[in-house]
């Protein structure tokens, strides 16, 4: 059981993220972030909406699972991968992965937690992957917390330490994103990862974000830079997308599980 003043200090975040409202999502994401960093100790951490884009997925080892969106709190520096990635794109020809990326695949479609130092093999954390794309930036450990939203997609949140993650730190962090549904549905909806026919663009997204405000379009177009036929496009095109047909509609998807 997670102790009263942090569970206290948990459903306080709760209030706390219940109080942006709907066109605030990236604020609320980084909010809530940096709560649980200040909470759990993790130096990092980083959200991830994750799709199946093909249920056919024959000898596929991710079963039709991609990244579609990441945003992290403390941008990384970029590392030089252009060799790595293609090693990697070696081994997807003869449909082999490094096991870390096959991690989320059990327990597909439940809650979940899962973590490096706790699921891989001990000579993994000896291996160049690791060193190069972890241990070179400080990453010791790295806990992930999945959270299935339908048959199709999950919001995944991932936190680095310098350390072995406690049992204490995991049961904080799996209880304070447990209680989120909505919130883990906000942030694939405004990525487009959930109803929509398919991603949204970035402008799309931002078009989004201020869709869901009182802004005319020519207000949206103002504030984007963006003439105002180029905004309606966009629009239309979001009403297409998330299969309604006025801000009405869209909003209604923010308001309500459907």
Partial sequence: MLEPDLQDAVHQLWDELADF???ETEATLRHLQEALCR??????VRWTGAVRVNKQFGD???EGWRMAVLQILHPMPPLSIEPKLKEIAQLWDRRKMDPSFLLPIPGVGSFRTYSFRRQL???WFDSPFYEHFYGSRGIYDALYVGFPLNANAESHFGFY???KFTDKQILLLSYALRGIKWFHRRLMLSHGLLIASSPLTPT????LALLLTKGTETQIAHQLGLATSTT???VVALFSKFGVRSRAGLMSLWLNGG
């Fill in 21 to 23: 409202d709907a066109r």
């Fill in 39 to 44: 909470l759990a100790g993790p130096w990092n």
């Fill in 60 to 62: 596929d080892p991710l």
């Fill in 121 to 123: 093999p001990p000579d």
């Fill in 161 to 163: 330490a310098r350390e």
């Fill in 204 to 207: 799309e997204h931002r078009v």
């Fill in 232 to 234: 309606h496009q966009h």
